[in-house]
């Protein structure tokens, strides 16, 4: 269970999500108002936080930008959710420090294993195997044979 922090001002959409979330085994709050965004992040200290870029008053992008300027937030993964896909949306929504994307009207499947990923702890370097690399197989070579030499 994880608490995830949304930030959407459409309605329908934050009883989505919360749905989602919610039957996924986690615990939801949601902010319609973009203002109070960081202060409820502050105080709800998330484990993730879903922001909707076309926000009023403050934009999901600053938004992004705040919480990755905030002592307190800045390691905080973010997903963000956007309607609008131009070209170079990613780019600048993922340039202002959000970890993933996803595009409305959302898949479901893809919410929720987005949502997935950004909850899984990164994995340690130490912890990743590598692969044992087959030694080169000790082939007992050409027998030596012949030229054996009678001794008289
Ligand atoms: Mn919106």
């Given at each position: 269970m994880a608490k995830i922090?949304?930030?959407?001002d459409n309605a329908l959409n934050i009883k989505l999500f919360c749905d989602l979330l919610a039957?996924?085994?986690h615990e939801p709050?949601?902010?319609?108002?973009?203002?109070?965004?960081?202060?409820?992040?502050?105080?709800?200290?998330?484990?993730?936080?879903i922001t909707?870029?076309?926000l009023p008053h403050v934009s999901g992008l600053d938004l992004i930008r705040m919480i990755r300027g905030d002592d307190q937030l800045a390691d905080v993964p973010i997903m963000a959710v956007t309607a609008y896909s131009a070209q170079g949306?990613?780019?600048?929504?993922?340039g202002a420090g959000a970890q993933a994307y996803v595009s409305?009207?959302?898949?479901?499947?893809?919410?929720?294993?987005?949502?997935?990923?950004l909850l899984q702890p990164p994995v340690e370097e130490s912890?990743?195997?590598?692969?044992?690399?087959?030694?080169?197989?000790?082939s007992p070579g050409p027998t030596e044979s012949g030229g054996e030499q009678a001794e008289s």
């Open positions: 922090l949304i930030v959407e039957a996924h085994g709050e949601a902010v319609t108002d973009s203002r109070n965004a960081l202060d409820a992040a502050r105080s709800f200290s998330p484990d993730l936080v909707d870029i076309q949306d990613e780019e600048r929504i993922r409305k009207p959302i898949s479901v499947a893809r919410f929720a294993q987005t949502v997935d990923e912890e990743i195997e590598e692969p044992l690399l087959n030694e080169a197989e000790e």
